[in-house]
């Protein structure tokens, strides 16, 4: 072993000196973590708002327990996934009337791209037949869009790209709609979304973006790129907590022929009519389905109010500095071992995560984390750590170092430990 290739030139107190300058540090009080812990995890769970405990109090107690029905109208739950998508689209360069938050990513994946398809089947490339995506997707985008191209008649199918390399020419004269997750949930790589969303125009195609690892995460323009679609997660970088509803954008542009099969009464234009016939109603409003969980969507709000204390800008300037500290110290400190670096070093390709391989990558994260380090352990071999600017400290990252770094030197890891039902 190589002393130089095991240290760095990097101190705690280096790391110290930046949390002091940090014009976001004072937003960490915002959060409620607890003592001692170093949450690398918001990118899967968001951490709590202080704020959440007041507002589920104030939901469950006041606003269903006093007010019981009357509340949709007097608390607002009837309008609040279109309030909540107006508080959120400033983050994802949406305008107003924009966005819903409703349902969870994967409904509202099949509505975009149900709507997408229709739209594509009533125009000039009818004949297209081919949905377009990578093989390393999160599944669940994967298996909707397999679920609905199965249950179209008409031979729709999707197409599985293996690489970015390959993805340009996959979307070709047969593809109806592409859909990509903006930044990867295992590797961390950020697509160039104006210019692949230029590129299916160019192409006759649609593009459906999802959004669950960037919203809050990293500056997004939706509507300066001019894409077509988006979903996205809000209990990741968003922390609006657990299972909490997802978002989806349809650009005013597009919300006259916006049409899904989840024809609920939510998305009816007179509801309470009871009338026989489904109608839409115009607006964002005809992308929700049925009743909303009211408990979990107010909670949303708590999460979103911490980000109009900064801006996206500020966001990733920070998550920069952050997910470059940790590559720099794990790279230099812990050079011995065998960690493969997945995550992309060009910033413009990278999300607020860093993907470190390890050959015993699940029992290294299992030992971080019985160690206080909370990140998370992805098929195969990948250790993901995600860096949530809001509340992660530059120290926070430099003990987290250190700790990997004492488990690897040590092997003080468990290779046959046996695994929970969520990694
Ligand atoms: C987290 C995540 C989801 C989660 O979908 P749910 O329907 O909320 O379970 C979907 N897609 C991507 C890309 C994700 O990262």
């Known amino acids: 072993m190589n002393a130089d290739s095991t240290t760095s030139d990097i101190t705690r107190a280096d790391c110290l000196a930046r949390d002091a300058q940090d014009p976001l540090a004072p937003l960490r009080e915002r959060f409620d973590l607890p003592e001692g812990l170093i949450y690398l995890d918001g990118n899967s769970l968001g951490a709590r708002p202080r704020a959440a405990l007041a ?13 019981l029905i009357r509340s949709w109208n007097t608390a607002g739950w009837f309008d609040m996934p279109k309030r909540l998508g107006d508080r959120l689209a400033p983050l994802i360069g949406a305008g107003p009337g924009e966005v819903a938050v409703t349902d969870t990513t994967s409904l509202n994946l099949f509505k975009a ?16 037949r081919t949905i377009v995506t990578e093989r390393s997707n999160f599944p669940t985008d994967i298996y909707m869009a397999e679920g609905l191209a199965g249950w179209l008649e008409r031979g729709y199918r999707v197409r599985l790209a293996d690489s970015v390399e390959e993805l340009p020419g996959a979307i070709d004269d047969d593809c109806a709609v592409v859909m990509l997750t903006h930044v990867n949930y295992r590797t961390g790589y ?10 299916a125009h160019e192409r006759g195609a649609l593009i459906v973006w999802d959004l669950a690892h960037s919203a809050g ?14 979903v996205g997660c809000t209990y990741k970088y968003l922390n609006a907590g657990p299972g909490a509803p997802a978002f989806i954008w349809v650009p005013q542009r597009h919300q006259a022929q916006f049409q899904h099969p989840l024809t609920g009464w ?5 509801p309470f009519a009871m009338a026989h016939g489904f109608s839409p109603v115009d607006g964002i409003g005809r992308a929700l389905c049925g009743t909303q969980p009211v408990v979990s969507l107010s909670l949303v709000e708590c999460g979103l109010e911490v980000f109009e204390e900064t801006s996206m800008e500020a966001i990733r300037a920070k998550s920069l500095a952050l997910t470059d500290l940790f590559i720099e110290l794990v790279e230099s400190t812990c050079a011995a071992h065998p960690l493969g670096l997945v995550t992309p070093r060009a910033h413009a390709r990278r999300g ?3 993907s470190f391989t390890h050959p015993h ?15 998370d352990y992805r098929e195969p071999e990948i250790m993901r750590f995600g860096f949530t600017p809001l509340y992660t400290r530059f120290a926070d990252v430099w003990d987290a170092v250190a700790i990997l770094k004492d488990i690897l030197d040590r092997e003080d890891y468990d290779v046959a430990a046996t695994r929970g039902a969520v990694t």
């Open 55 to 67: 507002r589920a109090h104030e939901v469950v107690a006041r606003e269903w327990g006093q007010d």
């Open 113 to 128: 791209l149900a709507a997408a398809i229709r739209i594509q089947a009533e125009g000039p490339h009818a004949a297209r």
């Open 190 to 199: 950020q697509h160039d979304m104006a210019a692949l969303t230029r590129h």
């Open 217 to 230: 995460a990293v500056p997004l323009d939706l509507g300066g790129a001019e894409a077509d679609f988006a």
């Open 266 to 270: 939510w998305s009816h234009a007179k």
């Open 352 to 354: 607020s995560q860093v």
């Open 361 to 375: 990558g699940y029992a290294v994260m299992a030992a971080l984390i019985a160690r206080g380090v909370i990140g």
